[in-house]
């Protein structure tokens, strides 16, 4: 078993137990996309793009009171050690259900009668906290594209490593650790619209890790926002990177 | 499994109509807001599966068996066995399931129900193994709803369960040449916990468990926990396009926890059935 | 060469060279399918559900003058000794096939334009002569489901092992004998719906397994009634099992 | 391949039409309810193949090629090789066919033909094994249609049979390491029989041998029978949603036994050309 | 490295460096397609079917002032040595495209609006060259069915084997050679439909493969001619073969 | 990624507007004729794999990654390591591409990229064997598109060759009993040449380099030439269902040759930046 805190209480990477990992957001990456971001967290790199709203085909899909939301989250064959075969694992499928779950609940989908969005989630490295990574950028990405929202949506996981509670994990301690919290919130409505669990915690513990990641979710959603006023009002002098 | 395609003023009426009951606390089957269905759990039903379990849970009728073979490690366990969980909505378990590999909800189904057999450690699968980094016994355990009648999580989970409890195997071992024998004793899979999945939905402000097929149909959100013996969480999945607050989260894991102890002892109940047998 | 039959002229089970595995059938088993039904013939489990008559997707496929039949038969990963994979094989989409030929004669189909009836089978647990009581569970699920029938159907195997004709051959008997001849008939019109043959007799031997095969039909579709009378008139005292 | 939709009008009058010719024992290309088409056998066409047969009946056309390759057995039949049998109507065979994979006509098609020639025993596969257990002789067959005019079956079973009966292949030996080696000597597979296969229609009351596509259209069933040398039968197939009674099913097996004679002397004639060319 | 051309300069199968392989062309070998032909090129034996102009399924693929082209080039699994399996590789449907757009220019397609030409290749044997036999046999078949052009298609390949420049490269000099180089050309326009090239070359080698490629094309023109003049005006006294 | 449905119409106003510009030698970005697009290409962007390249030409975006892995080599060439290029146009690259396997475009598009790389020896598979016949070097290369604008083969070209010119591998070496370890030194791919893939448009009479794609949208045919460092031709691919006289075949490799000169200095470049890096 790996030692992942140390006796001063850092991780591998010299991080504290509520520390985040180094964070980048950029919006409007994409020219073709109607919006799009680029997310850094650790060492996850993540593109998202979001087309629409748009015609839905074939038309029998279409809904008549609302929006059709798509989302795939696939992972490039290189995003990992072992080259990953480009069609969706069943891993990804599922991962793309929860993100467009995440996603939904703050997206005013009545205001496009007819039409779907579809949300891409490219991940060209994989770390730990990818979903949750790309729920974060395509948050970014909507809003980019000028889809009403009722909210952000923003994402964090905590979860239990060497016996502690500690946020974003990456990901040898999330292979090596004890448990995963994945959530994503709607920060201004206070509501949950991720949450996934994987890994034994006690009760308290549960209920620590959960604080924590809303917490995280909190200062994650400060970045969003810089990225998006920097997109859209300017960086004053400051350089695009 | 959810294709379900409604007028919305239909849906509509239905919806303000369960959230009426549900305000008075009442269930279209009489049911309390906590209270489960009727739970049958039958044990070694399929004679030529290592393991099965036929699950009733109301309505809703699973079928498990597992096959026990033996194969090679994934590279980067190379000291575990294996362990695949698979779930499939047999088309003639609803009129709105369709004949074809699993959709994006019976993979959703099949990876929660792994979630908690895993990391509850169920299976020791350190113990699986036979020949280090190359053989090793591959658990696979398949799924069949029969019959849809809501709460397929947990009804999964419990048939799931009682197979790997209750399955059996040849022994085997490693000879001098490297050849794997099996031996005349039938063994149990080396077995460390029993994990309980309890669902709940939201449906407006109230939250209820183990929601049958016209509950799910207008539920804003389901949240699914899954429980060791000592009351740890080892599992958990928010679904549905709807949300909870932070205080529905903890309360339904409490709630969970306590119905999971419920649940314990009718999973125990049919794997001791099936022991005595 | 395994011995299949003794010098008592008893088989491996104890049957006589005429005489039908243990049988047993259940009506209405599925609450959501129209019609449904379970059988046990040896140590063949399978479950039988109809859908329908129900509108046709996509809708060009639909008929004006009648109803479209299908048909599924399908193994379950445990139901054999070396786990099957879960998508169809070579096998079942034959078998899916010849069971769906073996029912339509029976069927009046005319009598629902525009529609489809879905005939689902799902193999629990398979034996020797899988398809033929998927067959006579099927009929039953029909008739459960109220489709107008001209007739029921019913199909019994006979066979040779260890050089008898012999019927209603299991799954070692299946492996290890000489021939397998699975019929299904009409039992009142006295037509053949199914007829395949898998091995060799000389034409004696065929002429007289097709005939030992159509009386095991009919001692079949004894119980086929009887499922039936006890589920629509009760069965008096007795208990469901 | 049989996704022919025809108006229902059209297709009952030519139905009728088609019956009332039978009734007088006539058939729309003047051959009697019991004559066969013209068949032609080729084999040896195709260099590259291990063995190959070009067979047309009427102006039904298929070719089909045998590859040999060695494999690993089927776990439950450790002494045996492998054959697999693989049939496709082309695309380019007729204005119904599709391309993709096999449809529900082509597996069956295909199933059939293996059947005859798996339970004639034509190839003794006991013999294609080089290390028991481990390493056998696979034998490959695919089928092509070309053109389809009715009763494919019967041809590609002819062609399937010519084909394996003409096969050569390097003979092998396993050297002191275990390893598979080619000698120079070509042999023949170890064929212990030739089967036959007669195909029939009912077309109301009358049964006849070897129907056109356009009999096939209005067919209410199709019965399959194949032999061997000694006039067993080894296989048998009803197809198409129609009935027979079971003196039509006694009929047809006599009739099928009659012409497979006649079919043997053919498919003999276009295997012994190939031996001396 | 295997001696592809000997001290004589002449090939390992005899040819000089300009020399066809045997070549024959028979048309309207298929009794159902609208066209079709017969080629043996070298040891090439391929069939090709032209079905159409006909009705568009899906109708929405329908193009409204112009018939839709699609062409499938597929090896029988017998055809090479090592078996091929049936579904389509890469390199099959990379060839059909290429096949498609070769022929395509020579189509006045404007006369079909609405409807589908399908052409259909099935290599039976492959030898060097296949997809250029499959070129010319398709624009025989396509000529047999009718369809109207604005001329021929040819195609034929040159390459450089043991430094030398050739044409018609069979299967030994295509894998061992240094350079294949396939072209199609439309023989009386001029015009240059196909072209692909595979191995190094200088630009000089690669003007005077170019150059012998076109004369290669027009000598298996004349054998396309005689084909179809055989077929329309006969023969005179000689029989088929 | 070409699915785009225009109206016929306005598909012809834009052509002839097009056209007309292009006889007056402008584009619709003012570039030459054969000007090519400002490109950048960046390595080592992607930690986890082997080698990698972001390559932009325009607003075209591609990305490509190396991973380097142990297989077994191909029955016909034993004596050769493994190289795969796989191309995909993702989802979110264009309005028009769709999810789902590489299309018949995308297939050609990694097909072309490929023959480029491995006819001009680029890489020298003879020194990727382990053990001869069994054990060998794979190398695959992903390259995924993020942005549409033209020219997708060049751009493609040129991410997989930057990507490969800067992978490194642990060096692995066999020991005595024949298993496969790893050293700590780390090596690069053995490379022997350097291709570059030059593409042309023909719109009307008009040669022109580098299409964006509203060019390629009214484009007649579309031809790539790859060149090596001496200036041999080593891959070619005409597209489009178009026309070239002999003439402008000719032209178009010489224009190309030229061009791949000044690209070459650009690849050049985002190789050595990494080496320093």
């Known amino acids: 078993m790996v030692e992942l805190i140390n006796e001063k209480g850092l991780r591998i990477d010299g991080r504290g137990v509520d520390e985040l990992r180094p964070l980048r957001i950029e919006v409007g990456v994409l ?198 006023i920097d997109k859209y009002f300017g960086k004053g002098e400051a350089g695009e990177e | 499994m959810s294709a379900v395609k409604r007028s919305m003023v239909v849906e509509r009426l239905r919806k303000d109509q369960m959230v009426e009951l549900l305000s008075k606390e009442k269930r279209l089957d009489n049911r309390g807001l906590l209270d489960l269905r009727n739970i049958v759990i039958e044990t070694g039903v399929i004679e030529r599966a290592s393991g099965s379990a036929k699950v009733q849970v109301g309505n809703t009728q699973v079928i498990a068996g597992v096959k026990i073979e033996t194969g090679e490690p994934f590279p980067d366990t190379p000291d575990k066995g294996l362990l695949v969980v698979n779930a499939e909505v047999l088309p003639l378990a609803s009129a709105y399931a369709e004949p074809g590999p699993p959709d994006e909800d019976a993979i959703e189904l099949a990876r929660v129900v792994d979630r908690g057999v895993r990391e509850s450690k169920m299976i020791d699968l350190s113990k699986l193994i036979l020949i280090p980094g190359r053989k090793v016994h591959a658990v696979f355990v398949d799924v069949n709803v029969l019959n849809v009648d809501g709460n397929l999580f947990d009804a999964t989970s419990y048939a799931t369960v009682a197979s790997i409890a209750t399955a059996k195997m040849p022994k085997l071992f490693v000879d001098q040449n490297g050849q794997i024998k099996r031996t005349e004793e039938i063994i149990p899979l080396p077995i460390k916990s029993i994990p309980v999945s309890v669902t709940l939905a939201r449906i407006g402000d109230v939250l209820l468990v183990d929601p049958t097929s016209e509950e799910e149909a207008v539920m804003d959100a389901r949240i699914t926990l899954v429980f060791d013996e000592e009351d740890n969480v080892c599992a958990g999945q928010k679904g549905q396009p709807g949300t909870l607050n932070f205080d529905q989260v903890k309360l339904a894991a409490n709630i969970a926890k306590v119905k999971a102890r419920e649940v314990r002892k009718i999973i125990l109940g049919g794997i001791t059935k099936d022991a005595k047998g």
């Open chain 1, 31 to 228: 020219k073709n996309a109607d919006g799009s971001s680029y997310i850094e967290m650790g060492k996850n790199k993540i593109v998202a793009a979001v087309y629409g709203p748009k015609e839905v085909h074939p038309k029998h899909l279409a809904l008549p009171d609302r929006s059709v939301l798509r989302c795939r989250y696939h992972m490039a064959p290189f995003s990992v050690d072992v080259r990953k075969p480009p069609q969706p694992s069943r891993r990804e499928i599922e991962i793309s259900k929860v993100i467009r779950e995440a996603l939904e609940p703050a997206l005013i989908l009545e205001e496009y009668p007819r039409t779907a969005i579809n949300i891409y989630l490219e991940v060209l490295q994989a770390d730990g906290g990818s979903r949750c990574a790309g729920i974060t950028a395509s948050a970014v990405a909507l809003a980019d594209a000028g889809i009403s929202m009722r909210d952000m949506v923003v994402a964090c996981a905590a979860g239990k490593i060497s016996g502690q509670v500690v946020i974003d994990l990456d990901d040898t301690e999330d292979k090596e650790g004890d448990a995963d919290l994945p959530i994503a919130i709607m920060p201004n409505l206070n509501q949950v619209t991720l949450f996934q669990l994987d890994g034994i915690m006690a009760p308290e513990e549960f209920e620590k890790a959960f604080n924590m990641a809303v917490s995280a979710c909190h200062q994650i959603y400060e970045v969003q926002r810089e990225a998006l």
